[in-house]
């Protein structure tokens, strides 16, 4: 259904086109952005730092659909917690791609910590429900409004 390709520079306009969605820049309180040189390159030097961490999300077409990452860290931070994030485009939520994503990256995050958690915004029901689809649990409050979902490799 849904492939993880690690993002590189051939991505940027895909990334760009994606985050430049309305509904993206409402979720996430950030203005839009043209692609001129300047947000390329900062896009391109974004990329450098998270090699191994950023993931695009695509079709069996190989349309971008969404972005997901393990934190900037490598996946493994000082509470042997991989950290993760999912976003698919509007166009594309509701249909399973979402799930298949997060268990995706989990299963490339889980092999560098025991534990792998997302923030999520408590009023997100879409995101808890296909976090726990994806065998996540409740763990509780983060931060600002957030919950915390985590998932614990077998055996731990």
């Known amino acids: ?5 690690p993002a590189t520079e051939k ?3 895909a ?3 994606m985050l430049n969605e309305i509904s993206v820049r409402q979720e996430w ?3 839009s952005k043209p692609i001129d040189e300047k947000t390329v390159s900062e896009t391109s030097e974004w990329l450098k730092e998270w090699v191994g961490c950023a993931y695009v999300i695509a079709d069996n077409g190989g349309f971008v659909v969404g972005l997901a990452t393990i934190d900037d860290s490598g996946g ?3 509470h042997r917690r991989a950290d993760i994030f999912v976003m698919v485009t509007k166009p594309y939520r509701a249909k399973g791609y ?3 994503a997060i268990r995706q990256i989990t299963e490339i995050a889980l ?3 025991p534990i792998a958690t997302a923030n999520i915004k408590d009023t997100n029901y879409r ?3 296909a976090f726990e689809s994806a065998g996540y649990g409740e763990e509780g409050e983060a931060y600002g409004g957030r919950i915390r979902m985590v998932k614990h490799v077998k055996g731990n």
């Open 1 to 5: 259904m849904i492939t993880l390709i």
């Open 11 to 13: 991505h940027i306009p």
């Open 15 to 17: 990334l760009h086109s």
């Open 29 to 31: 309180s950030v203005t």
């Open 76 to 78: 493994l931070n000082e």
């Open 98 to 100: 979402g799930v298949e």
């Open 111 to 113: 092999q560098h910590a």
């Open 127 to 129: 995101a808890i429900l």
